[in-house]
């Protein structure tokens, strides 16, 4: 993340119209995160506090949960709400458009898909990219109601990073299969991991990442990490991501008809 924020830096300080444009991609996805992030921490954290208070041998002062909870909720919000939410609105703002497009005449890289389509493209991309960690740090795998590990694992991470590449570019090349490959691949991918939460244990995944069994009471003690709850989630997160590859779909080119045949006589 650091990285990236430097070269935004470096491209917005010089002006290029690549710089500006992934900025404001980076900040309407930092800024949908951020809000889901940080209402869930509200909701979450003081679940989480209470646990830990009830399970420590010394009792937390009081007020002590009250105070961190403001803390930890405000910092989100100004970290992963106000902060992008700025970035977000001066990048858009037409003065600001007209700036680099006069800093920056030539023709771009991102000129080539439209800023929503760029955005799927990237959110494939950072997809990969975790499907990849995965396969060499943490090789599990939820697939239809079991979980895989070791080198099958590895081999579905590295297969779906791959394959997130792929549609990667193919979202940015407009290409209307690719469109509907993300839409089969995510619908296929919450199925598979809907049944999992529902038949399988959620705990036997930290077991097999090695988590100990005291920080497993902990999670436990949340009252949410629950088949159910998860799946849940899993819908929810579904019907967004559908809803806006159907917002975005008007930006693909559709196949070209094949020309008629030309009668044998001419």
Same mark, same amino acid.
């Given at each position: 993340?650091?990285?990236?924020?430097?070269?935004?830096?470096?491209?917005?300080?010089?002006?290029?119209?690549?710089?500006?444009?992934?900025?404001?991609?980076?900040?309407?996805?930092?800024?949908?995160?951020?809000?889901?992030?940080? !209402?869930? #921490?509200?909701?979450?954290?003081?679940?989480? @506090?209470?646990?830990?208070? =009830? %399970?420590?041998?010394?009792? +937390?002062?009081?007020?002590?949960?009250?105070?961190?909870?403001?803390?930890?909720?405000?910092?989100?919000?100004?970290?992963?709400?106000?902060?992008?939410?700025?970035?977000?609105?001066?990048?858009?703002?037409?003065?600001?458009?007209?700036?680099?497009?006069?800093?920056?005449?030539?023709?771009?890289?991102?000129?080539?898909?439209?800023?929503?389509?760029?955005?799927?493209? !990237?959110? #494939?991309?950072?997809?990969?990219?975790?499907? @990849?960690?995965?396969?060499? =740090? %943490?090789?599990?795998?939820? +697939?239809?109601?079991?979980?895989?590990?070791?080198?099958?694992?590895?081999l579905a991470c590295l297969l779906l990073a791959a394959i997130g590449l792929y549609l990667a570019w193919g979202n940015f090349q407009l290409r209307r299969s690719a469109w509907w490959a993300t839409l089969g691949l995510v619908v296929v991918g919450c199925a598979s991991a809907v049944l999992t939460f529902l038949r399988a244990d959620v705990f036997d995944v930290y077991r097999r990442m090695g988590m100990s069994p005291e920080s497993m009471g902990q999670v436990a003690a949340m009252g949410w990490v629950r088949g159910p709850v998860l799946a849940g989630f899993a819908m929810a997160s579904l019907i967004a991501f559908v809803a806006y590859l159907l917002f975005i779909v008007r930006y693909y080119r559709r196949t070209p008809e094949p020309p008629a045949p030309v009668a044998a006589a001419l």
């Open positions: 993340i650091g990285v990236v924020l430097i070269i935004l830096g470096i491209g917005s300080v010089t002006a290029r119209r690549w710089a500006r444009a992934l900025t404001i991609v980076v900040s309407w996805l930092w800024l949908i995160v951020g809000v889901i992030a940080t !209402l869930s #921490m509200a909701i979450l954290l003081p679940r989480t @506090l209470r646990a830990q208070a =009830a %399970m420590s041998p010394k009792p +937390l002062p009081e007020g002590f949960m009250l105070v961190m909870s403001f803390i930890v909720v405000g910092m989100m919000s100004i970290l992963m709400v106000l902060v992008p939410l700025m970035l977000a609105v001066f990048y858009s703002r037409p003065s600001v458009k007209a700036t680099f497009l006069r800093r920056d005449p030539g023709p771009r890289w991102t000129d080539r898909a439209p800023l929503p389509v760029l955005a799927l493209s !990237l959110m #494939m991309c950072y997809a990969a990219a975790g499907y @990849l960690v995965l396969a060499v =740090a %943490m090789p599990v795998f939820a +697939l239809f109601g079991t979980y895989l590990t070791g080198a099958s694992a590895r």
